[in-house]
């Protein structure tokens, strides 16, 4: 008669190859997207200006906010990103308008030269120079793919992460329990060099 395993040790056992897989996957996905040579929309000036273009817009003075909504246009530089909905924070200082952080909703998709991102969400924070997607993320370089449900790119040092859920973590770890239609796992698609005749 065999030993059933016991429960605690198996739990255990599982939470730490879900854990030893995730840094694998996180750490191939950090790899794929943040070489040297091929940074994530690499050469982007973040401090150039934002133009902005939207079918309907509403001004938020006191809350120092704008909304805009409909076929929604931003661009900064050779860098668009386009959205349902955007909400864009600012400041006054000085007597014109700073913003701060821009977020958007709705089929965000963010393109750059042959680069792009898409998710549900985005977070543009300007002060910090990061870019933020969640929920569907695909991140595209020519015929390269990339999928998972979070990126995270730092236009200053280049370096950009893609977690497989939302909230990164694992859910046998108590992690972030929205999972996305991939399971929770980063997928790919890369092309190769060609054979020379």
Do not use: C, W
Request: no cysteine.
């Amino acid at each position: 008669m065999t030993k059933a395993p016991h429960p605690v040790r198996s739990v255990k056992a599982i939470a730490l190859r879900s854990l030893l897989g995730g840094f694998a996957l996180g750490t191939a996905a950090l790899l794929a997207l943040a070489p040297s040579n091929a940074q994530v929309f690499e050469g982007h000036n973040s401090d150039a200006p934002v133009n902005v273009a939207a079918d309907h817009g509403e001004l938020q003075g006191k809350a120092n906010r704008a909304i805009l909504a409909g076929n929604v246009v931003i661009s900064q530089g050779d860098l668009t990103l386009r959205a349902g909905r955007t909400t864009l924070a600012f400041s006054t200082e000085g007597g014109g308008f700073k913003i701060h952080r821009l977020d958007a909703v709705g089929a965000v998709r963010i393109q750059r030269g042959n680069q792009s991102a898409a998710g549900d969400v985005a977070i543009y924070d300007f002060d910090r120079r990061l870019i933020t997607l969640s929920g569907n993320v695909t991140l595209q370089r020519g015929t390269d793919r990339l999928s998972g449900g979070r990126l995270t790119i730092d236009l200053d040092s280049g370096l950009s992460t893609l977690d497989g859920r939302v909230g990164g973590g694992s859910p046998a770890l108590g992690g972030d329990s929205g999972a996305t239609p991939r399971g929770g796992r980063i997928t790919g698609t890369f092309s190769v060099p060609k054979r020379g005749n």
